[in-house]
């Protein structure tokens, strides 16, 4: 039996080594920790259906290597991508002050649009932090990312995480600043029926429109 949902939306979780990207999927795949995880080679794959301010969303996440190694295999799968999670480790100082150089490769190589949530992860060690809320925070606003902290290990915030990022792209699909018929927009209608309301949405004259035979004016 087929799945059935509104949308897809194509997500990356980027960052440096050791973040706990892949325990984050695992977590918000599974609903569980993954206890022995080793450093991801090339890249990773998982979905899931939410749902998202009312609709049916699949995510199809792709966790990419944090190794400097595996940057080039890994910079291909940016490409049309619509929402990313940038993670860094909260008790390492030097995955947060790499967030800079990976914020770069996805503003330039994904989608433009890319809604990026920016994840300081572990929030369990709090006693181990080297990087404050206020700190990363600005770092945030700065850059206009979304923020949070959370825990692969407890799952605090980790589906609330992905959640967010897609209820962003959602909103900018309703507001019609994101196309889901634009190749390279990193999202796809999976039901058919929404795919030609849509279209019939855009094809109706907007109001106050005076239309004769096939012209219209304002």
Not at 6 to 20: E, H, Q, R
Not at 95 to 103: I, P, R
């Amino acid at each position: 039996m087929s799945e059935s949902y509104d949308f897809l939306f194509k997500f990356l979780v980027i960052g440096s080594a050791g973040t706990g990207k892949s325990c984050l999927l695992h977590q918000f795949i599974e609903g569980k920790f993954k206890a022995e995880s080793n450093h991801t080679i090339g890249v990773e794959f998982g979905s899931k259906i939410v749902n998202v301010g009312g609709k049916s969303v699949k995510l199809q996440i792709w966790d990419t290597a944090g190794q400097e190694r595996f940057r080039s295999v890994t910079r291909s799968y940016y490409r049309g991508a619509a929402g990313a999670l940038l993670v860094y480790d909260l008790t390492s100082r030097d995955s947060y002050n790499a967030l800079g150089n990976w914020l770069g490769d996805a503003r330039t190589l994904a989608s433009p649009n890319i809604m990026i949530l920016c994840v300081g992860n572990k929030k369990d060690l709090e006693e181990e932090r080297q990087v404050t809320f206020m700190e990363a925070s600005r770092f945030a606003q700065e850059n206009e990312l979304m923020f949070m902290e959370a825990s692969a290990l407890t799952g605090e915030n980790v589906e609330e995480a992905f959640l967010k990022c897609a209820k962003s792209i959602l909103a900018k699909i309703e507001t019609g600043e994101l196309d889901p018929e634009r190749i390279g927009s990193g999202i796809q209608y999976g039901d058919a029926t929404l795919r030609r309301l849509n279209r019939a949405n855009n094809q109706r004259p907007k109001a106050g429109t005076e239309c004769m035979g096939s012209s219209c004016r304002i």
